[in-house]
Nanobody
Framework: QVQLVESGGGLVQPGGSLRLSCTAS????????MGWYRQAPGKERELVAN???????NYADSVKGRFTISRDNAKNTVYLQMNGLKPEDTAVYYC?????????WGKGTLVTVSS
């Protein structure tokens, strides 16, 4: 089993920044992908960004140029730096890890972008 714990969500004004963190614990050997998804009220969960094998990154078109994903293997932690936040970024953000074909999820952290 893999446990994921997120932190860093909160309320921020439009144009502001937040950094989300997600630390993995448990049976972490073999995790090859870590990333972030989000789910806004009334919408399906969507991929925000992920990092594969510690180097290849993917971003949703809506966040390209504003969000940056990074991974610290020594700390078993993945980060999502979010700049230029918009009201439409408001959602619950979930950390995701893929290990040998299995998906693991954190409980989520709420990001609210509002003035």
């Amino acid at each position: 089993q893999v446990q994921l714990v997120e932190s860093g969500g909160g309320l921020v004004q439009p144009g502001g920044s937040l950094r989300l963190s997600c630390t993995a614990s448990g049976n972490i050997f073999g995790i090859n992908t870590m990333g972030w998804y989000r789910q806004a009220p009334g919408k399906e969960r969507e991929l925000v960004a992920n990092i594969i094998s510690g180097s290849t990154t993917n971003y949703a078109d809506s966040v390209k140029g504003r969000f940056t994903i990074s991974r610290d293997n020594a700390k078993n932690t993945v980060y999502l730096q979010m700049n230029g936040l918009k009201p439409e970024d408001t959602a619950v953000y979930y950390c995701n890890a893929v290990r040998r074909g299995w998906n693991y999820w954190g409980k989520g952290t709420l990001v609210t972008v509002s003035s």
